[in-house]
């Protein structure tokens, strides 16, 4: 059983903060608790202004958020962590050896896709990465609730 879910990108301001919002909405009613960092975070800094307008284009209302640097400990507690480049799996196993077993691409279920980096790529770029983090937490969320 998945308690503890880590999504992680780069500056921890634009693709995990969405993917965080999206996952922990729709994984509300599991008690599975999701959250995010960063591998190169900008520390301290709120959700980009682009990551929040498209997230409330979208009819979200995402909580105050907080970029924070991903950690080694932050890896050991999370039993599932969420990626969103090829690149950033290798990354990540090189922080924590051990957790190779437990991260994947965001996009695993759709044909182990890549969510590409919107910052500073204007308005089209964040609904793109919208679009993709959307698609990839459905089947995520899907296959993390409890069989009825």
Same mark, same amino acid.
């Given at each position: ?26 994984? =509300? ?11 190169? =975070?900008?520390?301290?800094?709120? +959700? ?6 498209? +997230?409330?284009?979208?009819?979200? =209302? ?16 999370? @039993?599932?962590? +969420? ?33 590409? @980096? ?5 308005? =089209? ?12 937490? @459905? ?10």
């Amino acid at each position: 059983m998945f308690k503890n879910v880590l999504v992680i990108c780069a500056g921890n301001i634009c693709r995990s903060p969405t993917g965080e919002h999206l996952l922990r909405r729709k994984l =509300a009613h599991t008690g599975i608790r999701v959250s995010s960092a960063g591998l190169t =975070a900008v520390v301290g800094h709120p +959700l980009e202004r682009h990551a929040l307008a498209t +997230l409330q284009r979208h009819g979200q =209302a995402p909580r105050e958020h907080q970029a924070r640097q991903l950690t080694p400990q932050l890896l050991q507690v999370s @039993d599932l962590v +969420l990626v969103m480049e090829r690149r950033q799996l290798q990354d990540v196993i090189r922080l924590s050896p051990v957790s190779r077993g437990k991260t994947f691409l965001l996009g695993k279920w759709q044909n182990e896709r890549e969510i590409p @980096d919107p910052y500073r790529h204007g308005t =089209a770029a964040f609904e793109h990465a919208y679009a993709l983090i959307e698609e990839g937490a @459905d089947a995520w969320s899907q296959r993390l609730q409890p069989q009825r």
